[in-house]
């Protein structure tokens, strides 16, 4: 039984829509992270939080936002969404006591 | 040099052999690391976590960790298709480095031959 959860969980969706992906976990964890990935490709971290109204940008660049107003909660928006935006989108948060990350089922999103 | 660098695939062993996965990392202070499994279009699974030198097994797994040498392995034994997946070792390096996040590597890819 998944304890984070990702919704959609595909998307397809025309050239600049503004989109927001959802991710929501019942563990109570304060760390969580967003990452980009490409098919057979490494993972990108893109946004993290520590906690309720924090957040930060990862290590690549990304024109998302995010946002933290609960614990539980940290959707990813696009503005205004391209076809480089093309991927698949990857949603974790950390457990506490041993640093492990538990993630979602990733949103995969198209852009056309 | 990357944080954290595991070998070069991909990765083919025959089934029921023991497929051996290594993975290097940069940050001596590193405290905790992790394997984790993904299948082709699915998230990361993990599998493994180990945090002190020595070995950790698992069923078929075993994690091997050598802080003195910075290196952390993972074997699985007896393989078989199933096992057939994308490995990525993770680790949290020293809270001077990066917080409490991890640090991923590229992964190495997995082909179990029936």
């Known amino acids: 039984e998944a304890d984070i959860y990702q919704t959609p969980r595909y998307l397809v969706i025309g050239t600049g829509k503004k989109i927001t992906l959802e991710c929501s976990q019942t563990?109570?964890?304060?760390?969580m992270y967003w990452y980009q990935q490409d098919p057979g490709m490494e993972l990108h971290l893109i946004h993290y939080?520590?906690?309720?109204?924090?957040?930060e940008k990862g290590d690549l660049s990304s024109e998302s936002t995010v946002s933290r107003i609960r614990t539980e909660h940290f959707p990813l928006t696009l503005e205004s969404a391209r076809p480089s935006h093309t991927s698949q989108y990857l949603c974790?948060?950390?457990?506490?006591?041993?640093?492990?990350?538990?993630f979602g089922s990733g949103t995969r999103l198209t852009v056309v | 040099q990357k944080e954290v660098e595991q070998n070069s695939g991909p990765l083919s062993v025959p089934e029921g052999a023991i497929a051996s996965l290594n993975c290097t990392y940069s940050?001596?202070?590193?405290?905790?690391f992790f394997w984790y499994r993904q299948y082709s279009g699915k998230s990361p699974e993990l599998i493994m976590s180990?945090?002190?030198?020595g070995d950790k097994e698992d069923g078929r797994f075993t994690a091997q960790l050598n802080k003195a040498s910075q290196y952390v392995s993972l074997l699985i034994r007896d393989s078989q298709p199933s096992d057939s997946a994308t490995y990525l070792c993770?680790?949290?390096?020293?809270?001077?480095?990066?917080?409490?996040?991890?640090?991923f590597g590229e992964g190495t890819q997995l082909t179990v031959n029936p």
């Open positions: 180990i945090y002190s030198n």
């Open positions: 993770a680790v949290k390096a020293g809270a001077e480095t990066s917080g409490s996040r991890l640090t």
């Open positions: 974790a948060s950390q457990h506490r006591g041993n640093y492990g990350y538990t």
């Open positions: 939080s520590y906690g309720v109204n924090s957040t």
């Open positions: 563990m109570g964890h304060d760390k």
């Open positions: 940050d001596r202070g590193s405290q905790s």
